[in-house]
Structure formats: C-alpha cells, structure tokens
C-alpha cells in the first residue's frame, strides 16, 4: 500500500470515526465505515472508493458514485468488499434518479447477498441472488402504469427475475414512490432487525432528512447472517444517471448498552475504536517515514491530507454558522415586519391624515357659515321688527296701503341691488371662480341661500301685512 493511498484511507476513516461520534449513535447502533462511503472526498485521487469495489459503467467522483450515466444500455455496479460481521443491521441510502424523459429506465438495485453480485440482467447485477434485492423499477414493463415502484424480492439463489411483469408475484412487498428527478437527493432507509425487514423513503421534496415515510415492513424475514452490500443500475433503450451520494451502513446490536447514556459508547467499543486508531497511526507513521526516505521532494506535500480533514471541520462549522446566521436573519425580518404591520383598524375605511384635515377645514367652513347665517338672520328680524314698527306709527285708513308697498319695494331694490353688486364683483374676479373640489364654492352656495331666505322673509311678511290690510279694510 503506497503512503498516499494510506493516508487517505487513514483520513476517511478519521472522518467517520468522527461522523459516528458526532451522529450521537443510539445505544446498540454502530456506524460500520467499512460498508459505508459518502462525500465529499468520497474516491481517491486513483478513482478508488475506499472499502468497496466498482465496476462496469460505474464512475466515482469526489461526491457521488455515478451507477450509470444517462446512456442506453449501461450496467454499472458498486460491492462492498469485506463481508459483514453483524447480525442486524441499517442502511442508509441517499441516491438521485435523473433523466430528461417523463420515462425513465431501467432502476437501480439495493443488495445483500452471500455473495457479490456480477454484472447481469437484473437492473445491472446478475439473477438467482442470494439474499435481498431492493429493486428501484423505474420502467414499466407490464404496462400496468405502476412504475416507478419499490419492491423487496428474496432469492435462494433459484428464482430468476420477471422482468416481464416486473416482479410482481415475486415481490415480498412494496410501494408505489416516484422516485425520479426531485429536487433533493431520494433517501432509502433500509433496516433489519430481529427478522423484520423495514424500508422506509424519503422522497426528495424537501431537505429535511428526516421526512421518512413507511414503504412497507415485512416479518419474518431471513437473510444471510453474513453478506456483501452492493448498489447497481442498469438502463435500457431509455436512460437515466443512476447517482448514489451516500451509503450509510449501521450494524444494531439491541440489548447490547442499552443502558449506556444517550450518545456514549460502551467500553469494549471504546478501546476496540482507540486500538484501531493507534494501530493505523502507527502503519501511517511508519508508511510516512518510508515514503519520505524515497520522495525527499513530495515532504511540502505534507499537510495536503491534514487540510482534508481541517476541511471537513471546518465545512461543518461553516453550515452550523450559516443556519444560525439564517435563523437570526429571519429573526430580523420578521421584527422589521412586525414594526410596519399597521394598528389594527375597525372596519375598513380608515382615513388619512389629509383627509382629516379637509375635514377640519370644511367644519370650520360649515361653522363660519352658520355664524353669518345667524348674523344676516338677526339683521332680517331687525329690519322686519322697523318695518313693523313704521307701520304701527303710519295713521289707518285708505292711504296706508301705500307705505306698506312702498317699504316693501325699498327692500325689495336693496336686494336687487345687493345682487348686482354681487354680480359685479363676481365680473372682476374678485370672488375666486368656482372650483367644485375647493371649499371656496361654499360662499356661493351660501350667497343663493341668503337670498331664499331673505326672500321667504319678505314673502311672509308681504303676506302678513297684506292680510293685516285686509282686516283692517273689513272695519270700513
Ligand atoms: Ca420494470
Ligand atoms: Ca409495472
């Protein structure tokens, strides 16, 4: 094994030693790294997954292992290369299904065989399996519209698949999920437990990763006691890119430190996990030595692997600082929001602020009105009251009917006369031209009122007097 290789190797081990501690693993939950990859930094500088063994069409990228591209008639496979040593066990795993058709083809395949699979017919891994075979159909073959579909199928070892008819008699169970171009990776949580087979998914609507939904859980289920985990994916005269981001394998132990706190590890795991440390720090000290004494010239190339993982710490310290930075911007946002909500308003007519004080101006306006009103009112009384009196004082007989009239056409001109001086002034523009939007049109309106009422007064009291004459004419 070159030096580099091992350091590398050394560093993803380091990587999700941390990642199992950091996960906080519930009692009797282990993360198996071993039959785990994820990125970034998920192949090596050779294109080598660490623990695993690729093949076919397969390609390894710093973040995800592409099963298949997007071309037709493509297999591509990806093997554990160490055999379990637990008996239960979890997988997660986390994959996109990507193709510009509404029609994908042909899926991928979760597995868990005796053996390692080849490449063959069944979505790109070979038939008559050994174990369980978690089948992502994406095509639908039977043309029952029914796909894509998710589906469990256990093998002995002597059943070959229907692809005819998609698997439909030889499934263990199922569900119907669209697993195919969603916005966020697709998440398959695979997990057997005491015999009991439970597939949960997440169907990439959202970010959240524990948007789980039950796919379906079978009893009585009996897998090999030891296996190899495997992803493949095949396509067909239509194509989609098969890409898996993580693979996430814990081996359940229940019963085991059950009673250990949340997020602690029991003492054997702990000195089994420092043993294994000191033993790879040692094989990496000694490789390093080794290696320098033959490149004298790569030694500035040293912290390359070192600012690997500083990166990984960092990366994380970076999302944690940036979530608390977007929780506190939506903070913020919504007490800026909450200063501009307006008070609560009763009804829906709320008035402005320039509308109250049109409203003031024209109270005011009504106001003064009434004041003249009242004042060219009491100026009427008091005319009326002399013209009553002058009557009183002329003598009674024939020849009073004349000063009436005569008083009365008095008035009667001063009006006219009021009115034209009126008009007049209206001429010359020194009353402002009505404008209706204006409170000015009030001192018209106001003029035409005064000259009714002034009119009705000398309308009544012509009436009154006239009246008066006439009772007075009945005495002769
Ligand atoms: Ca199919
Ligand atoms: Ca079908």
Same mark, same amino acid.
């Given at each position: 094994?070159?030096?580099?290789?091992?350091?590398t190797i050394?560093? %993803?081990?380091?990587?999700?030693?941390?990642?199992? %501690?950091?996960q906080?693993? %519930?009692?009797?939950?282990?993360f198996?790294y071993?039959?785990?990859?994820?990125?970034?930094?998920?192949s090596?500088?050779?294109?080598?997954?660490?623990?695993?063994? *690729?093949?076919?069409?397969?390609i390894?990228?710093?973040e995800?292992?592409?099963?298949t591209?997007?071309?037709?008639?493509q297999?591509?496979? /990806?093997w554990?290369?160490?055999?379990?040593?637990f008996e239960?066990?979890?997988?997660?795993?986390?994959?996109?299904v990507?193709?510009?058709?509404?029609?994908?083809?042909?899926?991928?395949?979760?597995w &868990?065989?005796?053996?390692?699979?080849?490449?063959?017919p069944?979505?790109g891994?070979?038939d008559?399996?050994?174990?369980?075979?978690? @089948?992502?159909d994406?095509?639908?073959?039977?043309?029952k519209h029914?796909?894509?579909?998710?589906?469990?199928?256990l093998?002995?070892?002597?059943?070959?698949?229907?692809?005819?008819n998609?698997?439909?008699?030889?499934?263990?169970?199922?569900?119907?999920?669209?697993?195919?171009?969603?916005p @966020?990776?697709?998440?398959a949580?695979?997990e *057997?437990?005491?015999?009991?087979?439970?597939?949960?998914?997440?169907?990439g609507?959202t970010?959240?990763p524990?948007? *789980?939904e039950?796919?379906?859980r079978a009893?009585?289920?009996?897998?090999?006691?030891s296996g190899?985990?495997? %992803?493949? !994916? !095949?396509?067909?005269?239509?194509?989609?890119?098969?890409?898996v981001?993580? &693979?996430?394998? +814990?081996?359940l132990?229940?019963? /085991?430190?059950?009673?250990?706190p949340?997020?602690?590890?029991s003492e054997?795991?702990? +000195?089994?996990?420092?043993?294994?440390?000191e033993?790879?720090?040692?094989?990496?000290d000694?490789?390093?030595?080794?290696y320098?004494?033959?490149?004298?010239?790569?030694?500035k190339?040293e912290?390359h692997?070192?600012?690997?993982f500083?990166?990984e710490?960092?990366?994380e310290?970076?999302?944690?600082?940036?979530?608390?930075?977007?929780m506190?911007?939506?903070l913020?946002?919504?007490?800026?929001?909450?200063?501009?909500v307006?008070?609560?308003?009763?009804g829906?007519?709320?008035m402005?602020?320039?509308?109250?004080?049109?409203?003031?101006? !024209?109270?005011?306006?009504?106001?003064?009105?009434?004041?003249? $009103?009242?004042?060219?009112?009491?100026?009427?009384?008091q005319?009326?009251?002399?013209? /009553?009196?002058?009557q009183a004082?002329?003598?009674?007989?024939?020849?009073?009917v004349q000063? $009436?009239?005569?008083?009365v056409?008095a008035?009667?001109?001063?009006?006219k006369?009021?009115?034209h001086?009126l008009?007049?002034?209206?001429?010359?523009?020194?009353v !402002?031209?009505?404008?209706?939007?204006?409170?000015?049109?009030?001192?018209v309106?106001?003029?035409?009122?005064?000259?009714v009422?002034q009119?009705?007064a000398?309308?009544?009291l012509?009436?009154?007097?006239?009246?008066r004459?006439n009772?007075?004419?009945?005495?002769?």
């Open positions: 094994m070159s030096a580099p290789l091992s350091l050394f560093w %993803v081990w380091a990587v999700f030693l941390v990642h199992s %501690v950091s906080q693993d %519930v009692p009797g939950r282990k198996e071993k039959f785990s990859f994820k990125g970034p930094y998920l090596q500088k050779d294109g080598s997954v660490p623990f695993w063994q *690729y093949s076919g069409n397969a390894a990228s710093d995800s292992v592409r099963i591209p997007s071309l037709r008639s297999k591509g496979q /990806i554990s290369k160490q055999k379990t040593d239960w066990w979890e997988v997660e795993l986390v994959f996109r990507s193709g510009r058709g509404r029609v994908g083809a042909d899926g991928l395949g979760f &868990f065989t005796e053996a390692r699979g080849r490449e063959g069944v979505f891994s070979s008559a399996w050994k174990g369980l075979g978690i @089948f992502f994406s095509f639908d073959n039977d043309n029914n796909n894509p579909y998710v589906m469990a199928v093998n002995d070892g002597t059943m070959r698949f229907d692809h005819q998609d698997g439909v008699t030889q499934q263990l169970a199922g569900c119907l999920r669209d697993y195919r171009n969603k @966020f990776p697709v998440r949580k695979i *057997y437990l005491r015999n009991v087979l439970t597939v949960q998914i997440h169907n609507i970010n959240n524990n948007d *789980y039950m796919c379906f009893e009585n289920v009996h897998l090999p006691p190899y985990f495997g %992803v493949s !994916a !095949a396509t067909g005269g239509l194509a989609d890119d098969h890409d981001l993580k &693979f996430l394998t +814990h081996s132990h229940p019963g /085991i430190s059950s009673n250990l949340h997020g602690q590890l054997a795991e702990k +000195h089994k996990l420092e043993q294994e440390y033993n790879f720090q040692q094989k990496l000694s490789e390093r030595k080794a320098h004494e033959k490149h004298p010239e790569a030694k190339d912290g692997d070192y600012e690997w500083e990166e710490q960092t990366r310290l970076r999302q944690i600082f940036q979530g608390q930075g977007n506190m911007q939506a913020q946002d919504l007490h800026r929001k909450g200063g501009m307006p008070p609560p308003a009763v829906t007519n709320v402005q602020r320039h509308e109250v004080e049109q409203l003031l101006g !024209a109270t005011r306006e009504l106001l003064q009105l009434g004041r003249d $009103i009242k004042a060219y009112t009491v100026e009427i009384h005319k009326s009251s002399e013209l /009553i009196n002058n004082r002329q003598p009674v007989g024939q020849g009073s000063p $009436i009239g005569y008083d056409h008035v009667m001109n001063e009006l006369e009021s009115v001086s008009k007049r002034d209206l001429g010359k523009g020194s !402002a031209p009505c404008d209706v939007s204006q409170i000015k049109c009030l001192s309106s106001f003029f035409l009122m005064l000259l009422i009119t009705c000398l309308a009544g012509y009436v009154w007097k006239s009246s004459e009772n007075l004419k009945k005495f002769y």
